[in-house]
């Protein structure tokens, strides 16, 4: 009896696998067919400075309006939108929007992450150097762009040809692209640096945050991720994070983004412990347009 059931199990689990390995097989082929067909586009999603306060922060009534409520809390009209992040979607023919959490692990698998990256890049200088306002846009690099292409010329290539500003890039980067090769890391993000394009830590908190790194790195921004938004009104702990990270910054000069912000409660938090720079759903959702995403909470 037992033997039946774990074959039939273990029957139940090929079937599976060889779904999984057929699924796996098709979207590859069709991620190499959408990087040729140019099926990718790039949303953006707002990146807001707050005003720094010194006093305690209140709380409007609950049930507020989220964009009352913001300005109750900050006063009106003073945080301001300061960048963009973009944000890749693959608008797949029959799937509709396939998520980037899906496609890009397998892109970095296959190098086809190579060309999508290099086409993120240049989309994003692109549309950014048409922007009215004159945000920084902040691109998402993966590790196998850093490891396995002269990222100082493409970005160059990229810059002059757009004519958009270097200090109007900033270039995404997670702790774990860093640690496969830190000397050839280091070397291409100081190169980059020098063109005058600012690097942020992405998702810090989640992966190896060695304080080295901080130290080593040309880093302009950690961007605190957003798991730590997630609890921060009810965990004792993550809201000492916050403030350790926070000082941390401070004592090294890199400023601190929080991620993932979608109450107010969350932002009156992070007023009141100082952070002054803010992203996530509150503010706004990724959009196509930077225009459509203007319409946000706070800003
Ligand atoms: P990320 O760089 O940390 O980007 C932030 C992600 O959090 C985005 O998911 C964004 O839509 C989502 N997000 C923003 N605000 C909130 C919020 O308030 N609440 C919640 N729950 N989520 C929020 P998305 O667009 O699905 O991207 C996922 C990840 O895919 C990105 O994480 C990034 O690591 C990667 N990615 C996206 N575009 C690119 C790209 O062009 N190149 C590379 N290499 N990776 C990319
Ligand atoms: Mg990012
Ligand atoms: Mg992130
Ligand atoms: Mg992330």
Redesign the pocket.
């Known amino acids: 009896r037992a033997k039946a059931d774990m074959r039939r199990g273990v029957c139940y689990y090929e079937a599976e696998m060889d779904e999984a390995a057929r699924l796996r097989r098709e979207l590859i082929l069709e991620l190499r067919r959408a990087a040729e067909r140019e099926e990718f586009e790039l949303h953006y999603?707002l990146q807001a400075e707050l005003p720094t306060r010194s006093a305690p922060v209140a709380l409007p009534p609950p049930g507020e309006a989220p964009a009352v409520a913001a300005e109750a809390l900050l006063g009106a009209g003073t945080s301001t939108i300061v960048g963009y992040?973009?944000?890749?979607r693959w608008r797949h023919p029959v799937r509709g929007y396939v998520?980037?959490?899906e496609f890009?692990p397998l892109a970095e698998e296959t190098g086809l992450?190579l060309p999508i990256?290099a086409w993120?890049l240049r989309a994003a200088c692109r549309e950014a150097a048409a922007w009215r306002g004159s945000y920084r846009v902040a691109?998402?690099?993966?590790a196998v762009q850093i490891a396995h292409c002269d990222l100082p010329a493409l970005v160059a290539e990229v810059l002059a040809e757009s004519g958009l500003p270097a200090t109007r890039l900033e270039l995404?980067i997670?702790e774990t692209s860093i640690i496969e090769d830190k000397a050839r890391c280091l070397a291409a993000l100081e190169a980059v640096r020098a063109l005058g394009v600012t690097i942020a830590l992405?998702?810090f908190g989640t992966g190896y945050s060695s304080l080295d790194t901080l130290r080593s790195f040309p880093f302009h921004r950690i961007k605190l991720d957003?798991t730590f938004m997630r609890d921060i009104a009810t965990s004792a702990e993550s809201r000492a994070i916050l403030r350790a990270v926070l000082t941390l910054g401070r004592s090294l000069d890199i400023r601190v983004l929080a991620?993932?912000?979608?109450t107010i409660e969350q932002l009156a938090l992070l007023a009141e412990e100082g952070c002054s720079e803010v992203?996530?759903?509150?503010f706004g959702r990724?959009e196509r347009q930077v225009e459509a995403a203007c319409g946000c909470a706070a800003a």
């Open positions: 999603q992040e973009a944000l890749l998520s980037p959490a890009i992450i990256g993120v691109v998402n690099l993966s995404e997670t992405d998702d957003r991620e993932g912000v979608e992203q996530g759903f509150l990724p």
